[in-house]
């Protein structure tokens, strides 16, 4: 009797339980709209803390890169008073250069010949895309990065609303551009520049900055990985700038407003020592509060781990004969993209290269180009200059694709492949093959579009040979960072990134080190500074062949690492 009067009373506690409990499955019940409203209000849960995550990993590279860029504009107003000491000099060079369509369309418009304008001319285009890439990998690195590596789906587990990793994501690109432009304001204030001026380019830059977190936002949802994330947002990018570039190289009747489409354009509209216009600042500051809303949006209708974008599957049949094959089919697109950007990228120097002469008239300027050998001096220093910055974004590639490794182990794609018949040597081998040779073939493209721009400008049909061997002397200082990389994963992968902060501060060191009157020892730290200032000046090769064994020592080493360290 006493067991089934208990199973009895039993059922009768789950009845009435059962009849105190709301309707649930009614789309009017009132514990879902209850629930409804209290899970809206748990959507930023663990915002805070995701925000203090996201700055402790950031703690190196965003203040390094924020100092990079202040210090680079200070850098920038300091060097001008050399080259262009009067005002008439600075009429003469504005007007050269509003003249001149190829360098409107890489840098824009000086619209006052003020010192600060002629200044920040370079840094008002180019540099502001620099500072819209960072925005962008800072953002995907803490939104798709982190949902691609499964490390968001164990934080969901616990409070942490959906809207969460997305809004601290938010916070530190946003407030990284704002901070920022202050820093890069003070830099020029305490240059000499004026201050409203200043204030005014600073916060150009963090309009960028803003606009392009926000973009970036926007393709962590649309996508299913990192790269394919930041190569979305870097396309956007590149269509912005070139929508800048035509507007600006418009001529009188031409498609000038559309340089209102851009994000690039508003920061120069801004005019900052040119009568700045500060309701310009409005529209990034709309622009990123509209394409955020769009991206806030899009959080809500994919799945976690998902994109809105559909993957495109592969061939039906293929074959993969060796690991080389393999690395190459991974990193083949961002290749091409890279190599399409600096055969343009030399077209549009070498272009420049023979206008040069005309935008410096000073005494000073001509003495100079008399000690290194007239107009052809000046247009060697110009290409040698162009052709050292390029060499510091090959490594920048170069570094990218030898990462690749790491992200290959630590996703465990790494060890089927290394399960079959492939070597360890052979593997890392494979993506190390494609990164040092990626980078030959980068620079290869930028000297034989430079050689060829100067060949249609001259007639000289070996410019073209002997310009892109110019560039091809670069390659040894990018092979010495792209070792580091190397290195670092073979004998301490988690400090793989070790190939970024070299790449940092060899930049620092270059950029800095003079400002700074750094000794010479420490400036010869950088594998830049030995690489020759051609064209115009006697090769040594030894400088080149040591570089050349650094670089192969440094792969070594992390090669034989990697061969003894445990996988994972």
């Known amino acids: 009797m006493s067991e089934p009067t208990r199973s009895k009373r039993t059922r009768s506690e789950r009845g009435a339980a059962s009849a105190a409990e709301p309707d649930l499955r009614g789309p009017r019940g009132t514990a879902r709209a209850r629930g409804g409203g209290r899970t809206e209000r748990t959507q930023l849960a663990g915002t805070a803390v995701l925000t203090r995550l996201a700055l402790r990993r950031d703690r190196v590279l965003l203040p390094v890169w924020l100092i990079v860029f202040a210090a680079t504009a200070a850098s920038a107003a300091s060097a001008t008073d050399g080259v262009y000491p009067t005002a008439a000099d600075r009429v003469r060079a504005?007007?050269?250069?509003?003249?001149?369509?190829?360098?409107?369309?890489?840098?824009?418009?000086?619209?006052?010949?003020?010192?600060?304008?002629?200044?920040?001319?370079?840094?008002?285009?180019?540099?502001?895309?620099?500072?819209?890439?960072?925005?962008?990998?800072?953002?995907?690195?803490?939104?798709r990065a982190e949902e691609e590596a499964g490390r968001l789906e164990l934080l969901g587990a616990t409070v942490v609303g959906r809207y969460a990793p997305l809004t601290a994501a938010l916070l530190v690109a946003v407030g990284g551009s704002l901070l920022l432009g202050l820093l890069t304001a003070g830099a020029l204030a305490g240059s000499g520049l004026p201050a409203a001026g200043s204030l005014a380019f600073g916060l150009a830059w963090a309009g960028v900055g803003v606009v392009f977190a926000a973009v970036a936002a926007v393709a962590a949802q649309l996508t299913t990985s990192a790269r394919a994330a930041i190569g979305l947002a870097a396309s956007v990018l590149g269509v912005t700038y070139l929508v800048r570039a035509v507007g600006d190289s418009a001529s009188a009747g031409g498609p000038g407003w559309l340089s209102w489409l851009s994000a690039i354009g508003w920061g120069q509209q801004v005019r900052p020592y040119a009568g700045e216009r500060w309701w310009v600042l409005l529209l990034p500051v709309a622009a990123g509060a509209a394409i955020v809303a769009g991206g806030y949006a899009l959080v809500a209708r994919r799945d976690l781990g998902a994109g809105l974008l559909p993957d495109r599957p592969g061939p039906a049949t293929g074959r993969l004969g060796s690991p080389l094959a393999l690395a190459w089919r991974l990193q083949r697109g961002a290749v091409a993209g890279w190599a399409v950007a600096f055969a343009f990228g030399g077209v549009l120097f070498g272009s420049i290269a023979g206008n040069v002469t005309g935008l410096v008239d000073s005494q000073q300027s001509r003495d100079l180009i008399t000690k290194l050998g007239g107009d052809k001096g000046l247009t060697d220093a110009f290409l040698a200059t162009e052709f050292g910055i390029l060499a510091v974004i090959a490594a920048a590639f170069g570094v990218q694709a030898a990462l690749r490794l790491r992200a290959e182990e630590t996703s465990r794609r790494a060890e089927p492949v290394l399960a079959t018949a492939v070597s360890r040597l052979r593997w890392a081998g494979s993506h190390l093959t494609v990164a040092l040779v990626g980078t030959v073939l980068l620079l290869a493209c930028t000297g034989f579009g430079a050689g060829a721009a100067r060949a249609i400008d001259t007639g000289d049909a070996g410019q073209v040979g002997r310009l892109t061997g110019d560039a091809l002397l670069q390659v040894p200082a990018g092979w010495v960072v792209v070792g580091v990389v190397a290195a670092a994963f073979g004998l301490l992968p988690r400090a793989v990134v070790a190939g970024w902060a070299a790449l940092v501060a060899f930049l620092l060191l270059g950029e800095l080190g003079p400002l700074l009157k750094l000794s010479q020892p420490v400036m010869d730290v950088s594998p830049f500074a030995h690489l020759p200032k051609v064209p115009g000046v006697p090769v040594s090769a030894v400088p080149l062949i040591w570089l050349t064994a650094v670089a192969a020592a440094l792969t070594a080493a992390g090669l034989a690492g990697f061969r003894r360290r445990d996988i994972g």
């Open 94 to 143: 504005a007007a050269g250069i509003n003249e001149t369509a190829a360098l409107v369309a890489l840098y824009g418009r000086i619209y006052e010949p003020t010192r600060g304008a002629i200044s920040m001319i370079k840094l008002s285009g180019l540099t502001a895309a620099l500072v819209a890439v960072l925005m962008i990998v800072l953002v995907v690195r803490h939104t």
